[in-house]
């Protein structure tokens, strides 16, 4: 565990790391619980929920264990524990070998009841300005796309890592930085974390 450093500049990491481990814990709390309510591991809940608004390209075990960080086996056996209780299927993909997963209607219904997990975390950022949610957003995904360049988050489909991404372009504090494929400012508030447009920045 990181440890919790007694006050001023010198620990302001330290304590920010902390606070980010802290969170992850608040998070993984609210997972394990929500899933265990409908009979469900957490990464199984993570299918689930990815299956709702992944592209199909993206329904794939390979695919879902890569965003998710974990070996293929382990989310193979996630995947065929939640076929086993009806919640999907596996079909060819157009090459005839992929197997593509999609929801059954047992599914859909179920990603309903989970789609609220995270109302306690969004009710405590609903509490903070618009102003404070926006900075705090850029600050994460500039964290998170210095963590994917040094390998440690594998995959991330953000403004951040993307290679039309241009940071601090502009002079505006609301809208500082520029999208080159929108050839537009890009506001704090509009940063994507899952953008379907996304190319990866070189390097």
């Avoid at 309510?37 to 957490?42: C, D, E, F, K, N």
């Avoid at 390979?62 to 086993?84: C, H, K, Q």
């Avoid at 809208?175 to 953008?195: I, K, N, S, Y």
């Amino acid at each position: 565990m990181t440890g919790n450093g007694a006050g001023g500049a010198g620990d302001l990491d330290a304590r920010l790391a902390s606070a980010v481990e802290r969170l992850g814990q608040g998070l993984r709390s609210l997972a394990q619980r929500t899933a265990r309510a409908q009979g469900l591991s957490p990464l199984q809940q993570r299918a689930v929920l990815a299956l709702v608004h992944r592209p199909v390209g993206r329904r794939e075990v390979n695919a879902l264990a890569a965003e998710f960080d974990v070996t293929t086996p382990t989310m193979s056996d996630a995947i065929g524990a939640l076929e086993r209780k009806g919640l999907l299927t596996r079909s060819p993909g157009a090459d005839g070998r992929r197997r593509l997963l999609a929801l059954t209607g047992r599914g859909e219904e179920v990603a309903a009841e989970l789609s609220t997990w995270d109302e306690p975390l969004l009710a405590a950022f609903a509490r903070l300005s618009v102003v404070d949610r926006a900075t705090t957003l850029d600050s994460l995904l500039h964290v998170i796309a210095d963590l994917h360049r040094r390998g440690v988050v594998s995959v991330a489909r953000m403004c951040t890592t993307c290679r039309f991404f241009n940071p601090d372009a502009h002079v505006d504090p609301v809208a500082p930085h520029h999208c080159d494929l929108l050839a537009m400012p890009l506001p704090l508030t509009d940063l994507r974390t899952d953008c379907p447009e996304h190319e990866p920045a070189a390097g």
